[in-house]
């Protein structure tokens, strides 16, 4: 294998207009160690010819006189990959185009970064007609969004699909091949179950900044139709199938704290707590969350453990389930989709917030009780109260409830351990507070970066912590943080110092933590870009002073 070397590939069908530009944009690249193979896939106008025009060495042609649905050329080209000495592996479309110095970009992430097993790179909608742009539609995340922990990018890609161009990514061969690759079969999704398998072993990078133009044009415009619904509907439903046979009780709560409502405290809890993150379409289609509620239902029936969380805990009896399968099951699937048969088959969930406000209303909280919920659907409902300016009142209860059942659960401890996490650039006044403290605490300190410091390969250098325990919670493996419980650390107050914040992963992580834990916080408000997420971050907290 030659280091740094790049495999690059290519199917053309019908794309005369588009393709010398793709050509050309390869090999005006400021990187120059690279091959390049490209497949005409039986065009029927003059893109063959065209791509024959080019001579350079390191391009290798193959013309298919039939055309193979993209799956015998690019299969073909991937064996020839396969069999080549380049270390990384990147595909590009016959009408789209990269700016100069894309290669150079990545490679160089890529060949400092041992650790990310791929890079990609945000990118620029080209238009190529008047009418292209009127009927395109694309999301406004799509390709733009910022570094985050291997946790936080499998959280996005299920909760809200694939928000990643394909043609933006450069991965290394060998782990390409390693996750199965790019399956031609799954002709609608195959390059959002490519990311989700490099996602649950390896973590990623994405240049911040276009490097690949996306262009959209009338052939390309992905028409809704009955063949696009049903297609999308069978991968979708086979990739979040497998995907979650493959996520143990540990990682589902890491990557899935926040759209949860208890604390996961044994691995027995996880098949229930799976169908109430399902129930509640917890995944970008609705449809196949519904149809993985079923699934995952019917395999734990005769589990009695299951069965009874889900009716003690989540409320749901075989009556809810009996209705789902009639409102939800894969019969009514594409009218339900098309809306054809009106609200017959229309089964809607309470919302989130208002099943744990009608939960806390029908039971309350005790000192036990709390204990139960982590800290998400406290944050969940400050934020939709604040944000609605409705139930304050309410809400306002349930925050004294919670305060005071804290406060009566640390009277309780005779030996208090407390957990400071503090910004690496304020290690002076962790120190100073451990001083402070030292006779009444044990103590675990932890110091953090942002997000943007952990990307740009900033280390954290900590010798000689004196009257505390140092715990290092950043995992390269990941490229993010772990909760302290993870790591051994049962502690009765967290302590930040900070380290909260838009670019600070401990901002959501305090979701995860366990309601009945102490916590406090030395906040910089100029830190959050959303007031009402300040708000509720605070309010989760209690104990709060501004910097």
């Known amino acids: 294998m030659v280091k740094g070397k790049v495999a690059i590939y290519m199917c053309c069908y019908n794309h005369e207009k588009f393709v010398a530009e793709a050509i050309e944009s390869v090999l005006n690249q400021t990187y120059t160690n690279w091959e390049f193979w490209i497949a005409n896939d039986g065009s029927t106008d003059n893109s063959a010819e065209i791509i024959k025009l080019y001579k350079d060495k390191r391009i290798h042609f ?42 150079e970009k990545q490679v160089t992430v890529l060949n400092t970064n041992p650790e990310y097993g791929a890079c990609f790179s945000w990118d620029e909608v080209i238009f190529s007609t008047e009418k292209s742009e009127v009927e395109s539609w694309v999301n406004p995340e799509y390709s733009h969004i910022k570094n985050m922990s291997r946790y936080e990018w499998l959280r996005t890609m299920i909760i809200k699909g694939n928000l990643i161009n394909a043609c933006s990514a450069m991965v290394r061969k060998d782990i390409y091949f390693e996750v199965g690759g790019y399956n031609q079969y799954f002709i609608r999704l195959g390059d959002y179950r490519l990311w989700l398998n490099i996602l649950m072993k390896y973590p990623v990078y994405m240049v911040e900044e276009p490097l690949v133009y996306y262009r959209r044009h009338d052939n390309n415009i992905s028409k ?58 917890g995944t970008d289609n609705k449809f196949v969350a519904k149809q993985l509620v079923i699934k995952t239902w019917l395999n734990n029936s005769e589990n009695k453990y299951c069965m009874d969380r889900l009716k003690e805990k989540y409320e749901m009896d075989n009556g809810l389930f009996t209705k789902i399968k009639s409102k939800c099951g894969l019969g009514v699937l594409l009218s339900y989709f098309f809306d054809e048969l009106g609200d017959l088959f229309k089964f809607e969930n309470p919302s989130f917030e208002g099943f744990f406000a009608n939960r806390y209303s029908k039971y309350g909280l005790s000192m036990e009780s709390i204990k139960d919920y982590i800290c998400n659907p406290f944050y969940r409902l400050a934020y939709c109260v604040e944000k609605n300016n409705l139930g304050k009142k309410s809400l306002k209860i349930l925050t004294n409830d919670i305060y005071k059942l804290r406060k009566s659960i640390l009277d309780t401890k005779e030996c208090k351990v407390m957990h400071i996490i503090c910004n690496a650039e304020y290690e002076n006044d962790a120190y ?116």
């Open 224 to 281: 809704v139709n009955l063949d696009t619904v049903i297609g999308v509907h069978s991968e979708d439903y086979y990739i979040k199938e497998k995907l979650f046979e493959q996520i143990d009780s540990k990682l589902f709560f890491r990557i899935l704290y926040e759209e949860l409502i208890f604390d996961m405290k044994s691995a027995k809890d996880y098949d229930a707590d799976k169908i109430f993150f399902f129930m509640f379409d």
């Open 62 to 103: 193959f013309n298919f006189e039939k055309n193979t649905k993209l799956v015998g050329a690019q299969t073909l080209l991937l064996d020839k990959i396969k069999d080549s000495d380049c270390e990384y592996i990147v595909g590009t479309a016959s009408d789209d185009k990269w700016t100069d110095d894309r290669l």
């Open 432 to 547: 100073a507070i451990i001083n402070d403290i030292k006779d009444d605490y044990k103590i675990y300190l932890s110091f953090v970066l942002s997000r943007q410091d952990y990307f740009a390969g900033k280390e954290i250098n900590v010798e000689n912590v004196e009257n505390a325990e140092y715990i290092e919670l950043y995992d390269k493996k990941y490229a993010g943080l772990h909760f302290g419980k993870e790591l051994g650390i049962e502690a009765d107050i967290i302590y930040y110092i900070d380290c909260l914040g838009d670019d600070f992963e401990c901002t959501s992580m305090i979701r995860g933590i366990n309601l009945g834990i102490t916590q406090i916080g030395l906040i910089d408000k100029r830190r959050f870009s959303d007031e009402v997420s300040f708000y509720a971050t605070s309010l989760v907290i209690g104990n709060v002073d501004c910097l």
